[in-house]
Each structure stands twice: as structure tokens, then as C-alpha cells.
């Protein structure tokens, strides 16, 4: 059993496709432009695909929710995301442009209908979402303000910032003086690996 099946037990065959399909795009995108590291890219499924998945171990989206993936860069967490929930509206945004186009084209292989994807900056946002996800874009303190606008007036239920973070994330959120809840991945996944990794979730 791979390391997807183990704690995604649920993922159809069409997922499974999906997923080996993304990686190896990605992998194919990541040696034309640097999406993550070259070392980190051999090791995608643990370093980046899994670790994004983990958000979906810490909120369900609704079906017809709107999710906005601020900072995507080549497609994290959002592809992942928008591959296991086929029933969620994702949109990907990231300042490079050539990113974007790498995401756009995984997203059509993957014929993931369920994704858009824009190059602009979080703060030019205009469209509002239920939940709002992404992975190492800024300190939470910098970060939070672009996005506090991209919320619905009436948002689903467990809706939020769901941010994929490094760091001292004790100080950086008292610094940001936003009520959140540090979300330790370990108490899923079980490999070592993802001792040090963690979700900070803000509430609406
Ligand atoms: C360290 S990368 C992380 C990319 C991806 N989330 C991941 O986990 O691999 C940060 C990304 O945020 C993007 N970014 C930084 N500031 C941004 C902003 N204000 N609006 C949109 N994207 C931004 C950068 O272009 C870059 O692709």
C-alpha cells in the first residue's frame, strides 16, 4: 500500500490516475521552472502532495464550496485538493505568470473542470470564497490582511484560512494578533517526516 492509499483509503481509481498523472507533471513542469526544489521534487508525494492533502484531515469543504488558493506557485495545495474534492470549486492564484501557465496546463491534463486558475496578486482578488487555503507564502502577519477581503458575507460552515506554515508560527501569530489554532499534521500522518509540519487555521 503507498503512502496515498494508506491515509486517503477512499480515493477512486480515477483519483489514483489523477494523482500519478500530477506528479508526474509536475515533475516534467519542475525541470523547466523551479517550482520546488530538485531534491524536494523527488520526493513529491511525501514532501508536498501529502502534505497538502493535509488540510483535508483538518476540514472537510462542502460540496459547492468556493476555495481560493492564494500563492499556488505550481499548484500546492490546491491541485491536490481540487483532486480529491471533485465537487469543490478551487481557483489558484500566484504573481508569476509562468506558473500559472504550468498550472493551468496541469489542470487540463488532469481534466480537473473543477479548477481556475489567475495570474494576479492575493490583494487584487476580487471573487469571494468559502475557504481560503495556501502553503509558504508570507508571514501570517503580512499575509492575513490580503486576503481578509476574499471571504463571503455568509460563509459555509468551518470556514477560514487554512495555511500550510513553517516557522514559529507561536510568534508569528501573536505578531498577526489573529485568534488561530495551530493544527499539528503528526496527529495523522504517522511517518517522522511530518513531525515539524503544521496547519494554522483562522476562522472567518
Ligand atoms: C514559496 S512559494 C510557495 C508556492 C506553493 N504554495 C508551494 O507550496 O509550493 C510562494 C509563492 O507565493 C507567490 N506570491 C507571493 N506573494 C504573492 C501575492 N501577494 N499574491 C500572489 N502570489 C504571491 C510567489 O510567486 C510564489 O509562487
Aim: aromatic share 10%; net charge neutral; no cysteine.
Amino acid at each position: 500500500m503507498n503512502l496515498l492509499t494508506k491515509y486517503f483509503p477512499t480515493l477512486t481509481p480515477q483519483q489514483l490516475k489523477q494523482f500519478a498523472e500530477f506528479e508526474k507533471e509536475f515533475k516534467a513542469w519542475n525541470t523547466q521552472i523551479n517550482l520546488v526544489s530538485r531534491t524536494d521534487a523527488d520526493n513529491l508525494m511525501e514532501r508536498h502532495i501529502l502534505h497538502s492533502l493535509g488540510i483535508a484531515k483538518v476540514v472537510q469543504f462542502p460540496a459547492g464550496s468556493a476555495v481560493l488558493d492564494v500563492g499556488t506557485g505550481g499548484g500546492l495545495p490546491g491541485l491536490p485538493l481540487a483532486i480529491l474534492f471533485p465537487e469543490v470549486k478551487f481557483h489558484l492564484v500566484d504573481s508569476i505568470g509562468k506558473k500559472i501557465k504550468a498550472v493551468q496546463f496541469m489542470a487540463g491534463v488532469l481534466g480537473l473542470g473543477n479548477v481556475t486558475a489567475t495570474q494576479t496578486r492575493a490583494e487584487q482578488v476580487t471573487e469571494k470564497f468559502d475557504f481560503v487555503v495556501s502553503r509558504a507564502v508570507a508571514r501570517l502577519a503580512a499575509f492575513h490582511p490580503w486576503i481578509m477581503h476574499s471571504y463571503k458575507k455568509h460563509p459555509a460552515r468551518g470556514a477560514g484560512l487554512y495555511y500550510l506554515k513553517g516557522g514559529d508560527l507561536g510568534e508569528e501569530i501573536a505578531e498577526s494578533g489573529l485568534v488561530a489554532q495551530v493544527v499539528d499534521l503528526k496527529d495523522f500522518y504517522e511517518e517522522e517526516f511530518f513531525d515539524t509540519k503544521k496547519v494554522v487555521v483562522v476562522p472567518v
